[in-house]
């Protein structure tokens, strides 16, 4: 799959790129999803044959966890190669779409802030900005899975190139296979609820750390007659994320807010969610997050977070290979959280034991429609990421009734 075989949904405020931008786009998307796909699935057969062997003659046993298979593996030539190649696959991701935002601005700033900037606009949604939220350093320190100046970098007054950057960046990086509007998770998720808990029917909804409201929309859709509001603490993708929801027709309230001190009054939402979030949190922030979910969702509300899974359902080589982005992307808390106990953390945060729950959902742009209906009505293994029905992509998501 690549993104020239599946253009991505125009908005009027996408960055387009020009026949040479897309053809660059298109090959680091592609070779991304190359070295991921066919010569990181190499990756286990190497373990199995070559290094896992000689672990075991050297030690007497086979390794314990992901940290000694990490240091072993990593000595081997195709795991080096392999791991040079992520990185700079994904640095080239991002590089591919610098061109194309730089030479979309100035003039796409003032066309977003001609909407989001001035009374009088007629407009479906609201933007509600605050310069006083604090940026906490776990998610300044570093550019976050290599994208350049990271989510809040304004280089201007009223500035949404980041946004802009995201937008398209992550398309580039999905090869597409978010769908094409970057939505398939969000779709997934809400769709989800939706028919696993007919009898909801939710009035007002969160979304924590929206960024541009890929996964956010969808709910617009599902949920018609609730009204849909996001949160993130970065000002340009506020920005960016307003201007997109309403070129798209949907009316969505975005909130510029440090997720660990919403200022929403306790019991304002009826579903509160959020979308690969917590492991770009520390452990002390997820804690404080998942408190102030609990205090702004309503009596008989849901939390649901759409996460990575967890490691403690995985053999000591599936978890290496899923925490090499801790090591390798700029993705700091990435093993910490995989690590996390989430049943512990939720109830830490308020939530009654007994109220837990955890899906495997399935990606609605992938899966069979069997496959949804099976995770509907829970006949999908609870907690195992790596359960296969065909080939598709399935969610880990964990949770709480309120």
Known sequence: MGIVAKPQVDHAFLAKPSHDELARQSYA???????????????????????????EKAQGRAP????????????????????SMMRAAQEMVWESVVPTVERAQPELNNRIEALVGKPGVNKMGSLSLDPST???????????????????????PN?????????????????????????????????????????????????IGCTVGHNLVPYCDVFPDAEIH???????????????????????????????????????FDVVTSVILFHETSRTALRQILKECHRVLKPGGLMLH???????TMDPYDAFYLDWDAYYNNEPYYQAYTATDMKDVIVGAGFAPDKYVEYLIPDLVWCDPAEFDA????????????ARWGESIKWSTYGAWK
């Not at 796909?37 to 672990?55: C, E, L, N, S």
């Not at 829970?378 to 195992?384: F, S």
């Open 64 to 83: 314990k966890d992901e940290h000694e298979v990490r240091k072993v593996m990593l000595k081997d030539p195709y795991a080096r190669a392999w791991s």
């Open 159 to 207: 500035d949404a190139t980041q946004g802009a950057f995201y937008d398209r960046g992550v398309y580039v990086y999905q090869g597409g296979m978010g769908g094409d509007n970057c939505h398939g998770i969000g779709m997934s998720l809400a769709t989800f609820i939706a028919r696993k808990f007919p009898n909801l029917k939710p009035k007002k909804i969160l979304d």
């Open 29 to 55: 998307s592609n070779l991304r999803m190359y070295t991921l796909a066919t010569i990181g699935g190499g990756m286990r057969t190497v373990y199995d044959k070559r290094v896992k062997p000689q672990f």
């Open 306 to 312: 759409m996460e990575l899974p967890r490691t403690a």
């Open 375 to 386: 995770a509907v009505r829970g006949d999908l293994a609870r907690g195992n990421a790596l």
């Open 230 to 268: 996001g949160v993130d603490m970065s000002a340009p993708v506020m920005r960016y994320a307003h201007a997109r929801a309403e070129a798209m027709g949907k009316a969505v309230h975005f909130h510029q807010m440090n997720a660990e001190s919403l200022k929403f009054p306790d019991n304002s």
């Open 134 to 156: 604090v940026k906490p350093k776990y998610a300044t320190a570093v550019d976050i899975h290599l994208m350049p100046g990271n989510y809040e970098t304004e280089r201007t």
